[in-house]
């Protein structure tokens, strides 16, 4: 998570399976991205836009394109 803050990762990766195809299904692109580091009350969590959805069968891997950072919520620098 802290790469993606920092805009280093422009890429997060889903393996393909029902669970993912599921969800994505259900999705049009451009759309938010809530991911949350753990599971605690005040667990860090940053929102993100996707840009785009990809499917690499030769992978196996969703492939999600990652844009603007919207939000960033319990977030320290140090990562605490």
């Known amino acids: 998570m802290r ?3 920092a805009g280093r990762k422009l ?3 889903r393996k393909i399976k029902p ?3 599921k969800r994505f299904s259900r ?3 451009p759309f938010l991205l809530r991911l949350i580091n753990g ?3 005040r667990a860090p969590e940053v929102t993100i836009v996707v840009r785009a959805l990809r499917t690499n069968r030769r992978s196996g891997y969703y492939e ?5 950072v919207t939000r960033v919520k319990y977030w320290s620098l ?3």
């Open 78 to 80: 140090t990562g605490d």
């Open 27 to 29: 999705v049009q692109v």
């Open 64 to 68: 999600l394109v990652l844009g603007k």
């Open 11 to 13: 890429v997060e990766y």
């Open 39 to 41: 599971m605690r009350a």
């Open 19 to 21: 669970y993912w195809t």
């Open 3 to 5: 790469e993606i803050v």
